[in-house]
């Protein structure tokens, strides 16, 4: 774990952007992010935004079987900031291609995102925080450029506890 620590601590500097292509991110003077624990396959973090506290709940594919040259972090996560509601982003590693949406799966639901650059984004974030809840897993297929896809696996075991804290460490 230590050894990834520098490299989660990146991560989680830039999980808040993600979560809000209009946000500022890290580079604009925001603080380092802190652990709060780890709840099953799941992270639970805040983050300074000047006087502002964002708090976010975070996974990485537990499987990504494609080898995709340059493929960054695949990473699904909630985010809350103050006054605003949660957002649902998935970070495919890779810039995603195409005008529609990219669709995840969980149990009998399909849900989609809609694409911005790397990111992907729920349409409708309540029904995903809700599906989370009651399933164990979720598989994303994307379509990146140049015709490569991948399809990725996240486990949501623990979800429910780190949405709990999340909730906790910033309430809505």
Not at 98 to 119: V, W
């Amino acid at each position: 774990m230590r050894a990834c620590l520098p490299a989660l601590v990146l991560l989680l500097a830039t999980l808040p952007a993600l979560a809000d292509p209009s946000a500022k991110g890290p580079a604009h003077g925001a603080g380092a992010p802190s652990f709060m624990e780890k709840i099953g396959q799941w992270t639970v973090a805040t983050h300074a935004e000047g006087d502002a506290k964002t708090c976010f709940v975070f996974t990485r594919a537990e499987a990504s079987p494609q080898h995709i040259l340059g493929r960054g972090d695949v990473v699904l996560s909630v985010t809350r900031r103050p006054g605003r509601h949660d957002v649902v982003a998935l970070s495919a590693g890779f810039l995603l291609s195409g005008h529609e949406d990219a669709p995840l799966q969980a149990g009998a639901t399909k849900m989609l995102f809609y694409i911005a650059g790397r990111s992907a984004f729920a349409h409708d974030n309540a029904a995903a925080i809700a599906t989370f809840g009651h399933e164990s897993s979720v598989t994303a297929h994307l379509n990146g450029p140049r015709g490569i896809s991948a399809t990725d696996h996240f486990s949501l075991q623990g979800f429910s506890g780190a949405y709990e804290a999340l909730a906790k460490a910033c309430p809505a």
